[in-house]
T-cell receptor
Framework: DAGVIQSPRHEVTEMGQEVTLRCKPI?????LFWYRQTMMRGLELLIY????????DSGMPEDRFSAKMPNASFSTLKIQPSEPRDSAVYFC????????????????FGAGTRLSVL | AQKITQTQPGMFVQEKEAVTLDCTYD???????LFWYKQPSSGEMIFLIY??????QNATEGRYSLNFQKARKSANLVISASQLGDSAMYFC????????????FGKGTRLHILP
């Protein structure tokens, strides 16, 4: 089975440009998470969706960041305008909540998108 | 507040030796799950093993086992017969039972396997 698929794998852009990161979750999963990883701050949860509905976006750094999930098989994270401090690895993860098992909400991660904003 | 602590920022271990990576957690919720993830230098995050707070036995997955000591609130990862390919960053993580779907990650331990 295909895992979580992210595109592009690498993105280099100039400050002020719009950046769109894409994610295809594992088929049948009902949760989707967007993370950002940097050396300084580690792994940060930005936003997550349940059944395509945003549940918690408290980790989104500012209004320049937005995320959508128009259907169960696709999500985007958009940064507009991008800034050098947005340079990081962005991960998408998906999971299937197993209510019959305590807290077994294993998240499976994509390979990540390495974003460099010059 | 819930918290995951990994006190070993880095470890060096000889190939074929067993490795124990430490993880302690803090929660007042009786229902929770504990996870370990591996992040090799290529960057992807790989799920390794899961332990539920009510599980009676320690979880095992191949060469990985989770040494779950509930009273001490520790969830150490044990890797038996380490291999060069085990060199990576390892993250301990926790999620709560029914109240939250988010995972809290520790800061990680970088493991170096020496030939």
């Amino acid at each position: 089975d295909a895992g979580v698929i992210q595109s592009p794998r690498h993105e280099v852009t100039e400050m002020g440009q719009e950046v769109t990161l894409r994610c295809k979750p594992i088929s049948g999963h009902d949760y989707l998470f967007w993370y950002r990883q940097t050396m300084m701050r580690g792994l940060e949860l930005l936003i997550y969706f349940n059944n395509n509905v945003p549940i918690d976006d408290s980790g989104m750094p500012e209004d320049r960041f937005s995320a959508k999930m128009p259907n169960a098989s696709f999500s985007t994270l958009k940064i507009q305008p991008s800034e050098p401090r947005d340079s990081a690895v962005y991960f998408c993860a998906s999971s299937l909540r197993r209510f019959e098992l305590i807290a077994k909400n294993i998240q499976y991660f994509g390979a990540g998108t390495r974003l460099s904003v010059l | 507040a819930q918290k995951i602590t990994q006190t070993q920022p880095g470890m060096f271990v000889q190939e074929k030796e067993a490795v124990t990576l430490d993880c302690t957690y803090d929660t007042s919720d009786p229902s929770y799950g504990l996870f370990w993830y591996k992040q090799p230098s290529s960057g992807e995050m790989i799920f390794l093993i899961y332990q539920g707070s009510y599980d009676q036995q320690n979880a095992t997955e191949g060469r990985y086992s989770l040494n779950f000591q509930k009273a001490r609130k520790s969830a150490n990862l044990v890797i038996s017969a380490s291999q060069l390919g085990d060199s990576a960053m390892y993250f301990c993580a926790m999620t709560l039972g029914d109240r939250d779907d988010k995972i809290i990650f520790g800061k990680g331990t970088r493991l170096h396997i020496l030939p």
